[in-house]
């Protein structure tokens, strides 16, 4: 069976059995149905069927310390409408879903839950129990292993509340594929992968300038940075040359200390005369160079700018670019060193800011140039961009660190143009965000670095020698085999060393640091797809088809899968990339919690049920931003209980359970079968091009105008006893209509279709609707005339709208009618002039009068007069 294909059904001509609740009701539909498709494991995968059949997904892995939105929901339940198209054209679809429980958030959410904190240098406490009433701020020190095994307790918790609440939303996973992000199986992953990038030369141990956030004591890659505004002040100040002073202008005078040049555009002729010289500092008396560099901008401040290792990313291409010095003065903890640095000829004055933050350091600098007459005129106030952590509240800074990192193209232009060449090999939705992962890496500049100071991460799988002085030998790293994965270096010894030896001069020392959480969700598709651990699965469901997420993190989680894949297999890991929007507050305004604007999930899908929300979702088109008004939801319930409604009357009222259109012979019904074929076609291609929210509109428009037209056209025919063939045509129609429209809609309204379906026992064997043929192709040797419909249909409204106009009742008989148009819609019109009649209850004469001159029908009529 192809892509295209779908299992073909043979309808029943004999009459299916129904059984069809007395008050059929939208409430109780989610755990009935979840429970059941848990217990039928009606969404495991299959995992007997070739590649070519199956229908891979890469699911995010949320955050499990973090809480979901509304966002998420959407987001969600877009891969989910995906999924289940798929599985309906007979795919078997791997659809795992992860935990993301691993790094910094879990972390902190540890330490306020529990009122504790990890202190690496105490000893593992067996007997440890948290406090009974923790205290976020005062934190109770533990051990680094009682720590994890408080994460780990924490996150289990999470995922239950979290899966709770998938199963609620109708998320057709297979449960039975999780997987974690910390867990032994993604240790496994990560280290060996890991290892072999080491091995090939692709991840590398440097020490070199590091962002880094001084809240949180840890490293920070590119990607993860976030510009923001932030106050600050220009302090104009003057360098000293043999030809008079030199002014700068800059917000960080606290760094004047550790400036190692004066750097201006070459072609800024105010400072031609002054290349190749020197000036000396002022306060320290550092003698620098003045240096020529076109990344200096010649309209910002005075044109000319001061170098120190390391005030912001261009410092650092400087130093690089230039090959200039090293002296930093700022340490992990943020502040000034305290040793006074060798390099200043005029030391005393450091003493003024040794140890102090970088605020107190830039007051105490400001009031030493004003002592020694090196600031001209006041700092003038402004608001500058700087770089933050995205989870941080402070600016960053670039401390020199030992990490690891992976090459990605930063500092390779070869591989750099490989890793665009395959973006161009992924299916973009929609296609404009291709060009955002283009800019995102063709504006790398340096390699990701992926080594992290915390505790709760998988650690890497490295020791270092120690010489006989106890100094680490980082040139020579100690390595386990593949066989041994996964290990802990804090807790275990390498090969040939026993852990008595560990920190002693001759023995060992454990890499302290752990991966940052992108470097295991890049690997998510190996995680999943089990590389190396099951070839079987991984032969079936690697490189996968579809991977989903939102925009913000094409630059991280997606690029990085793509890093990953390209090192190790060599391809791409996914055809196609499904980018979702963000959901916005109705002033287009992004939800966050300290906006105050967040939706939470549940309390929506408890008040409106998860097909409401799912319907919702759905409207969300890909990539597209979406504003959340909740009295949309209430369109989504009012649908979902007419598929319940209409369902209700079409089996249960008039009987009609055989979807057999072989009955069908009448030329409207014909008609409405020749739409409805032409609405499944519409609907396919939508989704064959991942337009979920098109293929929606498409089946819900015909639906409306099933129950609002067709089911009151023909009802009265359907009903008739002794109606013989059109009688049957009605029924036949309405069934054959219904077990199509259901299996459209059964995407996005999961519960209330299944439950329609179930109603339908013989007709559909039992089976779920989430397994049924897509309808493609069922209704393609109907012949019928669309026109037919239109036209009856504007009858039929000009019909009930003279009712309306004479402000009666529906019910209310007409004694005479008269429709007038060319004689194209009258002759569409003539085939269904008897169920017209009974519908509108005419009594009298119905005349149909030509006239060429109209476009469209118009309808007069006369009311019964009221007795």
């Given at each position: 069976m192809t892509d295209t294909q779908s299992p073909s059904v043979t309808p029943p001509t004999a009459p299916a059995a129904v059984d069809v609740p007395d008050k059929p009701a939208l409430e109780g539909l989610e755990g009935t149905w979840s429970q059941r498709w848990k217990d039928a494991e009606t969404y495991a995968f299959d995992r007997t069927q070739p590649r070519a059949n199956v229908y891979s997904i890469d699911t995010p892995p949320p955050t499990v310390s973090g809480s979901?939105?509304?966002?998420?929901?959407?987001?969600?339940?877009?891969?989910?409408?995906?999924?289940?198209?798929?599985?309906?054209?007979?795919?078997?679809?791997?659809?795992?879903?992860?935990?993301?429980?691993?790094?910094?958030?879990?972390?902190?959410?540890?330490?306020?839950?529990?009122?504790?904190?990890?202190?690496?240098?105490?000893?593992?406490?067996?007997?440890?129990?948290?406090?009974?009433?923790?205290?976020?701020?005062?934190?109770?020190?533990?051990?680094?292993?009682?720590?994890?095994?408080?994460?780990?307790?924490?996150?289990?918790?999470?995922?239950?509340?979290?899966?709770?609440?998938?199963?609620?939303?109708?998320?057709?996973?297979?449960?039975?594929?999780?997987?974690?992000?910390?867990?032994?199986?993604?240790?496994?992953?990560?280290?060996?992968?890991?290892?072999?990038?080491?091995?090939?030369?692709?991840?590398?141990?440097?020490?070199?300038?590091?962002?880094?956030?001084?809240?949180?004591?840890?490293?920070?890659?590119?990607?993860?940075?976030?510009?923001?505004?932030?106050?600050?002040?220009?302090?104009?100040?003057?360098?000293?040359?043999?030809?008079?002073?030199?002014?700068?202008?800059?917000?960080?005078?606290?760094?004047?200390?550790?400036?190692?040049?004066?750097?201006?555009?070459?072609?800024?002729?105010?400072?031609?005369?002054?290349?190749?010289?020197?000036?000396?500092?002022?306060?320290?008396?550092?003698?620098?160079?003045?240096?020529?560099?076109?990344?200096?901008?010649?309209?910002?401040?005075?044109?000319?700018?001061?170098?120190?290792?390391?005030?912001?990313?261009?410092?650092?291409?400087?130093?690089?670019?230039?090959?200039?010095?090293?002296?930093?003065?700022?340490?992990?903890?943020?502040?000034?060193?305290?040793?006074?640095?060798?390099?200043?000829?005029?030391?005393?004055?450091?003493?003024?800011?040794?140890?102090?933050?970088?605020?107190?350091?830039?007051?105490?600098?400001?009031?030493?140039?004003?002592?020694?007459?090196?600031?001209?005129?006041?700092?003038?106030?402004?608001?500058?961009?700087?770089?933050?952590?995205?989870?941080?509240?402070?600016?960053?800074?670039?401390?020199?660190?030992?990490?690891?990192?992976i090459r990605n193209g930063g500092r390779d232009a070869d591989l750099r143009a490989e890793l665009i060449a395959e973006g161009d090999e992924i299916t973009w939705v929609p296609p404009h965000m291709r060009h955002r992962y283009d800019n995102w890496v063709g504006g790398l500049n340096?390699?990701?670095?992926?080594?992290?100071?915390?505790?709760?991460?998988?650690?890497?799988?490295?020791?270092?020698?120690?010489?006989?002085?106890?100094?680490?030998?980082?040139?020579?790293?100690?390595?386990?085999?593949?066989?041994?994965l996964p290990v802990d270096p804090s807790t275990d010894a390498p090969a040939g060393y026993t852990e008595d030896q560990r920190g002693k001069p001759g023995g060992f020392l454990g890499d302290p640091d752990v991966m940052d959480t992108w470097a295991t969700s890049s690997l998510t598709p190996h995680i999943a797809c089990g590389w190396e651990s099951d070839p079987d699965l991984f032969e079936r469901t690697f490189p996968m088809d579809l991977c989903t997420q939102a925009h913000d993190i094409i630059r991280t989680w997606l690029f990085s899968r793509v890093v990953r894949a390209h090192h190790e297999n060599g391809t791409v890991p996914w055809t196609h990339a499904l980018i979702s929007g963000f959901v916005m507050d109705p002033d287009r305004k992004k939800m966050s919690k300290s906006k105050g604007n967040v939706v939470v999930p549940t309390e929506i899908l408890d008040k409106y049920g998860a097909d409401a929300v799912r319907w919702r979702a759905a409207m969300a088109r890909p990539g597209l931003d979406s504003p959340f008004d909740?009295?949309?939801?209430?369109?989504?319930?009012?649908?979902?209980?007419?598929?319940?409604?209409?369902?209700?009357?079409?089996?249960?009222?008039?009987?009609?359970?055989?979807?057999?259109?072989?009955?069908?012979?009448?030329?409207?019904?014909?008609?409405?079968?020749?739409?409805?074929?032409?609405?499944?076609?519409?609907?396919?291609?939508?989704?064959?091009?991942?337009?979920?929210?098109?293929?929606?509109?498409?089946?819900?428009?015909f639906f409306w105008e099933f129950c609002d037209d067709y089911l009151e056209l023909v009802k009265e025919r359907a009903y008739a006893e002794e109606g013989g063939a059109a009688t049957a045509s009605a029924k036949a129609t309405l069934a054959t209509a219904l077990h199509v429209q259901l299996r459209l809609l059964a995407p996005f309204l999961v519960y209330v279709t299944e439950e329609v379906w179930s109603w339908w026992g013989s007709a559909n064997a039992g089976g779920s609707i989430h397994h049924a043929a897509w309808p493609q192709g069922e209704l393609a040797g109907i012949d019928g005339d669309q026109a037919v419909i239109d036209a009856v249909a504007a009858a039929l409204a000009g019909l009930r709208g003279a009712k309306s106009t004479a402000k009666v009742s529906m019910r209310t008989e007409l004694t005479r009618a008269e429709i007038a148009g060319p004689q194209a819609l009258l002759d569409a019109v003539a085939v269904a002039a008897e169920d017209l009649r009974k519908v509108a209850k005419i009594t009298g004469e119905l005349e149909l009068k030509t006239d060429e001159s109209a476009t469209e029908l118009s309808v007069t009529a006369e009311v019964a007069a009221s007795e």
């Open positions: 979901l939105h509304v966002g998420h929901v959407f987001s969600y339940t877009h891969t989910d409408v995906i999924a289940r198209y798929h599985r309906m054209r007979g795919k078997s679809v791997f659809y795992p879903m992860g935990w993301d429980d691993n790094g910094l958030p879990t972390e902190r959410r540890v330490q306020n839950y529990f009122g504790v904190r990890c202190d690496p240098s105490l000893p593992y406490d067996a007997d440890f129990t948290p406090p009974e009433k923790p205290d976020p701020k005062k934190q109770v020190p533990i051990s680094r292993p009682n720590f994890i095994a408080l994460c780990e307790q924490l996150v289990e918790q999470d995922e239950q509340v979290f899966e709770s609440l998938w199963r609620t939303l109708g998320l057709s996973v297979d449960w039975s594929t999780t997987y974690t992000t910390i867990g032994k199986h993604a240790q496994t992953v990560s280290q060996r992968a890991f290892l072999r990038n080491f091995a090939r030369g692709e991840a590398y141990l440097q020490e070199a300038p590091t962002l880094w956030d001084v809240t949180f004591q840890t490293a920070v890659a590119q990607a993860e940075l976030e510009a923001r505004e932030y106050p600050g002040a220009y302090h104009r100040v003057a360098f000293h040359g043999a030809e008079g002073p030199v002014y700068i202008e800059t917000t960080r005078p606290e760094l004047i200390p550790a400036v190692v040049a004066l750097i201006a555009h070459p072609d800024d002729e105010r400072y031609q005369p002054l290349f190749g010289t020197t000036v000396t500092s002022p306060v320290f008396g550092v003698e620098i160079p003045v240096l020529a560099h076109e990344a200096a901008e010649p309209d910002k401040g005075a044109g000319i700018a001061m170098c120190c290792t390391f005030g912001d990313l261009t410092d650092v291409q400087w130093w690089r670019e230039l090959q200039l010095p090293v002296r930093t003065v700022i340490g992990r903890d943020g502040r000034l060193h305290r040793e006074t640095p060798e390099w200043l000829t005029n030391a005393a004055p450091y003493e003024e800011i040794a140890g102090k933050t970088t605020f107190s350091a830039r007051e105490a600098m400001v009031a030493l140039l004003r002592a020694s007459g090196d600031l001209d005129g006041e700092p003038s106030p402004t608001q500058r961009m700087t770089n933050f952590f995205e989870k941080g509240d402070k600016p960053l800074e670039i401390v020199a660190t030992r990490q690891w990192y340096g390699d990701w670095l992926i080594s992290r100071q915390r505790f709760f991460g998988i650690p890497f799988p490295v020791w270092y020698p120690l010489d006989a002085d106890g100094e680490p030998d980082y040139e020579h790293p100690l390595l386990p085999a593949e066989a041994a909740e009295s949309q939801m209430k369109v989504g319930r009012r649908l979902a209980m007419k598929v319940l409604n209409a369902s209700k009357f079409v089996l249960g009222g008039v009987g009609a359970s055989t979807p057999d259109v072989s009955l069908v012979t009448e030329p409207v019904d014909r008609a409405l079968l020749a739409r409805l074929d032409d609405v499944v076609e519409r609907a396919t291609a939508a989704y064959e091009a991942y337009d979920y929210t098109t293929a929606l509109e498409t089946a819900e428009k």
